[in-house]
């Protein structure tokens, strides 16, 4: 393959990847093209070509099968990016075959049916897989008409981008018009030592400029490879133990509730404002607010993380990380006897490893009560389940239940709570609502058959969810207010009713332990009875779909710090996000490392 050839290869491969960022990042400013696609685009150029130059026909076949794979995975994180703001990685891929192979294929077709809905609604992007197989076919055509296939795929390239939202990018049709004015590029081919000079010269000398943060990464690279966090601070912060966690400091109400039953209660996916005693448009939820009425509440509870494993493991253990013993442990030591009740099945996304290593001595889930069971007969089937479960004897009981029908896609069973639209937000409101009823019809049966006593009762939600405020969606995308804060009350006729100023899930069972009367182990947080309590937090969306978090912040008294690695944006703002003011230059590297730094230290990068 002639030189020339390869540069009009590049060229179409940058306007491909270009163009896929264009409709990925579609309106915000990292649509633009970045250095690390045009060096991303003459990687796969001269790589192709050398396989070649190595392996003849069958080596440039391997090397196209690469490409087009590298090219696929692009399309598909773009149409993921723009439906569910999550940004794919191996472990999103991972995942779908998973998901394939062990879950019921209905937990997973939402996936599947919004991304193709996508796909219709951007018929242009769609054909791009077309456009690259063309493309990638050229060389294994006879040699006389190379030229003129390589004018069709710019012709190709022309129609397809005047189909998309990439036509508004001026490098797409530059690489266009380099394309084409290489077409006819004679097949001479260059001394056999050129290809692999490039390739050499082009990989090391991108990674050195992107480590040293002098290059913006290729949309391909961010999707295959891990993100270069900001650069820590050349000096050492004197709070080195800032964020050791520290046994916590009993409170006026220690031991008000020796003894006493505990029932935690873990709503999927509702953030604060998606209820009406905070928003008026939020769903109705009466059982939940008849327990605010007489309740400790906390108007301002964040999950520092959201995603449902992180929010377990920051509930059990009152620590950002599952290491060492937990609160249950304690609990289990005082005698309690400790469970766990779901509709799910723990199995997925490790969560029975979490519950296990909290030390839970009872777990009820979906395989436990077999069949396709929903929150809706959690009343009758999950009751029956824990008192055959339970050791016997009347000793106190830690009991978590987790709820599910509020996770996307938001299921709602009972006819009656179908009131909104089909709206994604409609469905999760009617969903909400009988969420609430499904909780008042399993606290009255568990009291009923005894499996609670005189309950303390703290219900709060493992995260939020988001409906495109600062155009995020769904969780675990963004520490957004929609996605962290949450409710929580504190129920029992022995508290009185108040309110405090801020919690966390850090706070949780040290105030459970604190109310009990049970030492609790070293911890992040502590009794929500301490009105005295630093208010500092580290965020983090965790690792839903990569294997480093994309999307990370900092509380800091009342300021709230947000780092997108993904779409390169830096916020300050409040608790709310009310008027989130962008940080630029000096003062946006100092967030930045300012929250890379706490995260780093407590091992969640």
């Not at 001269?46 to 080596?59: C, D, F, K, R």
């Not at 209905?106 to 599947?112: G, H, K, L, P």
């Not at 004679?186 to 390739?199: G, I, K, M, N, S």
Request: aromatic content about 8%; glycine content about 8%; overall charge positive.
């Amino acid at each position: 393959m002639g030189t020339l050839a390869i540069v009009h290869d590049a060229a179409v491969a940058f306007v491909i990847l270009a163009a896929s960022r264009a409709v990925k990042f579609a309106g915000q400013a990292t649509a633009r093209p970045a250095l690390g696609d045009a060096l991303w685009a003459a990687a796969l150029a001269a790589g192709a070509a050398l396989a070649e130059l190595a392996g003849g026909p069958a080596g440039r076949a391997v090397a196209s099968a690469v490409v087009l794979a590298v090219l696929v995975t692009v399309w598909i994180g773009a149409a993921i990016w723009r439906v569910f703001t999550v940004e794919v990685g191996r472990l999103a891929f991972d995942g779908m075959a998973q998901s394939r192979s062990f879950r019921e294929p209905a937990e997973v077709d939402w996936v599947r049916d919004w991304t193709l809905a996508f796909y219709r609604d951007n018929p242009g992007f769609a054909l791009l897989p077309l456009l690259a197989i063309g493309w990638l076919a050229v060389p294994f055509l006879p040699l006389h008409v190379q030229g003129a296939a390589r004018i069709a795929v710019v012709v190709a390239l022309v129609v397809w981008l005047a189909m998309t939202s990439a036509r508004t990018r001026a490098s797409c049709w530059l690489g266009c018009a380099l394309a084409a004015a290489l077409a006819p590029a004679a097949p001479t081919p260059p001394p056999q030592w050129w290809h692999l000079a490039t390739v050499l010269a082009l990989l090391p000398a991108g990674r050195l400029l992107r480590r040293r943060g002098l290059l913006r990464g290729s949309i391909a690279g961010d999707c295959l490879l891990p993100r270069p966090w900001p650069a820590p601070p050349r000096t050492r912060s004197p709070a080195v133990t800032a964020w050791q966690a520290r046994p916590p400091r009993r409170s006026p109400y220690a031991g008000a509730l020796r003894g006493h039953d505990v029932l935690l209660i873990t709503l999927e996916s509702v953030g604060r404002d998606h209820l009406a005693r905070f928003t008026p448009d939020g769903a109705r939820t009466p059982f939940l607010d008849a327990l605010y009425a007489h309740a400790v509440v906390s108007p301002r509870h964040v999950a520092p993380s959201p995603l449902t494993t992180n929010a377990h493991v920051l509930l059990a253990h009152a620590r950002y990380r599952a290491d060492g013993e937990s609160q249950v442990h304690r609990l289990n030591a005082a005698g309690y006897r400790t469970a766990y009740l779901t509709s799910a099945r723990t199995s997925y996304y490790g969560l029975s490893d979490i519950l296990a290593g909290a030390g839970y001595q009872t777990l009820v889930d979906r395989s436990r009560l077999g069949g396709h069971i929903t929150d809706r007969e959690l009343p009758e089937a999950g009751a029956d389940a824990l008192l055959a479960d339970l050791p016997a004897g009347r000793a106190p009981l830690f009991l978590h239940v987790h709820t599910t029908d509020t996770h996307v896609p938001y299921r709602v069973r009972d006819p009656r709570f179908r009131r909104r639209g089909d709206g994604r937000r409609d469905r999760f409101l009617d969903a909400l609502e009988e969420a609430d009823d499904n909780l008042r019809r399993l606290h009255e049966a568990l009291m009923d058959r005894g499996v609670l006593r005189d309950p303390l009762i703290v219900i709060t939600a493992d995260h939020g969810e988001s409906f495109g405020h600062l155009g995020y969606h769904f969780h675990a995308t963004a520490v957004t207010a929609e996605q962290t804060l949450v409710p929580l009350a504190i129920a029992h006729p022995a508290l009185p009713a108040a309110q405090i100023s801020w919690s966390s899930h850090l706070d949780v069972l040290p105030t459970i332990l604190d109310l009990t009367g049970v030492a609790a182990a070293p911890s992040h947080g502590e009794s929500l009875f301490h009105h005295d309590r630093p208010q500092r937090l580290a965020l983090w969306v965790g690792h839903p779909m990569r294997r480093s978090t994309s999307c990370y912040g900092l509380i800091d008294g009342e300021r709230k710090l947000m780092i997108d690695l993904v779409t390169e944006r830096c916020f300050e703002s409040d608790w709310e996000d009310r008027s989130p003011r962008p940080l630029h230059g000096p003062e946006r590297r100092h967030a930045a490392q300012s929250a890379t730094t706490a995260l780093r230290r407590l091992g969640l990068d």
